[in-house]
């Protein structure tokens, strides 16, 4: 019999939290806050674990710190951020999406570019990996905007559907990764707790 | 600022009494360079290597030991840490000396009583390479979970497990030494059984002072030099491990050098 009173997984925000809720309650954990609720965390207790709502590159952070024991986040954000203080645990069959290479024509770069992108890692091995030069503009946001007002003419970023991009007149180019959410978890944790275990099989049988 | 400076006194002073046991128990201070050519130190163990490569092989005499303090730049961070390593000239002289340093420190400081929050996890690279081999794994095979485990990828290590040898997984998992003594017996056919049951069976003794003594052959260290057995300390609640070592072997200058080490992750030893 576990106690998850002291267990806390940080849940990365948007599209994961929406498609995770539904799943976390299939796997009869208690999910206490009110939908479209602005409460960013609940407690653990001893029928589930405590959650924290953050951002989802900081997910990855409170993981490695200890702050908490598991997160749940885009392999994306793992890739980017580096996974050298963090074990991943498992893939979860939600928020599935890619990160592309997009620009006002279908055409691959040809001679030195101008890329826009909050992913730099993933697109500087990107570049690396096709032999390509590029300078990359770090944006957070709206991407999309890059190759309108001329900051980029390309841009590298996470789709879905491909909707925002058509509706921003973009092209996909090319796919450098596919991504979804997994679990990651703390390396000390996971070790001296036997309770994130126990939470990563569960979550792992309900929402794989 | 009066508290932090109190807390650094305090961290200092509980610093110079570690130190002190180290001493006593026969190391010798060697000191290394937080920066070489370039280059931040990141592990102490390499730049003790570095520093006593200086010396003749008959100069040096085994098994030495030695510690090494200061910071190290580990996860784009300084992080205080206290090194403790035993080289030596033949194989097996060390683990006897470190477990018993190892012993004395966790005594001196959680016990007894034990503390009921430490974990002691051990993990054996020659066993979880002996356990594929024995199942007729490929190098390569064996090679890309140790990649995958050394890339804290343990959701592809479990799937590689899960396809060839599923028996096997739940030793890459922390299990108490029984589980793990009930898989070896049925698992090591052809391995050096012999020489790790043994091993198994007494590391709970070893480490005395902690309740509870694990192993995880996930667990290979954050270094290509680990060779054998590796080891942690954790404590529940504290998201770093207080100590972590294990029996290294590395060649440099064309020359080899092993033995058996441990580093203290000062602020976490002493949070505990």
Known sequence: MFHYEDIRIAIGKGRILEQLVPRWLEAKFPWPLEPKSRQLWFAGSHQGPGAMIVRGPDVATLVARGAADIGIVGTDLVVERGAQDILQVGDLDLARCRVVLAGMSEKRPDGPFLVASKYQRITRDFLQRHHLQADIVPLSGSLELAPLIGLAPYIVDIVETGETLRQHHLIEIETIMLAHACLIANPAHWRAKPEVVAIRDRLVQHLA | ?272
């Open chain 2, 1 to 272: 600022m009066r508290s932090w400076m109190d807390q650094a006194a305090d961290q200092f002073r509980q610093t110079s009494a570690l130190i002190a046991q180290l001493d006593d128990q026969g190391f010798t201070p060697f000191f290394t360079a937080p920066t070489h050519d370039a280059e931040v130190r990141r592990d102490h163990t390499q730049a003790i290597i570095e520093r006593l490569a200086a010396w003749s092989p008959h100069a040096i005499e085994f098994p030495l030991r030695v510690y090494s303090t200061g910071p190290v730049f580990e996860h784009g961070t300084w992080a205080e840490s206290l090194d403790v390593e035993v080289l030596e000239e033949r194989s097996g002289d060390s683990d006897r000396i470190i477990f018993d340093l190892l012993t004395h420190l966790i005594a001196e400081r959680f016990g007894p009583p034990a503390n009921q929050n430490l974990v002691f996890v051990a993990g054996h690279l020659g066993l979880l390479r002996g356990l594929f081999s024995a199942r007729q794994w490929s190098k390569e095979a064996i090679e890309s979970v140790e990649r995958a485990i050394g890339q804290g990828q343990y959701n592809q290590v479990e799937e590689k497990i899960k396809s060839k040898s599923p028996e096997l997984l739940p030793l890459f998992r922390p299990s108490p030494p029984e589980t793990m003594i009930g898989h070896l017996n049925t698992l090591t056919r052809g391995v050096s059984a012999s020489e790790v049951t043994p091993m198994l069976l007494s590391l709970p003794r070893e480490v005395d002072h902690v309740p509870a003594v694990l192993w995880d052959l996930s667990l290979t260290g954050s270094f290509a030099y680990y060779s054998g057995l590796v080891f942690a300390l954790y404590a529940r609640g504290q998201g770093e491990a207080l100590i972590k070592g294990g029996r290294f072997f590395l060649r440099y200058q064309d020359r080899n050098w092993q033995g058996t080490g441990f580093t203290i992750a000062l602020p976490e030893w002493f949070r505990s």
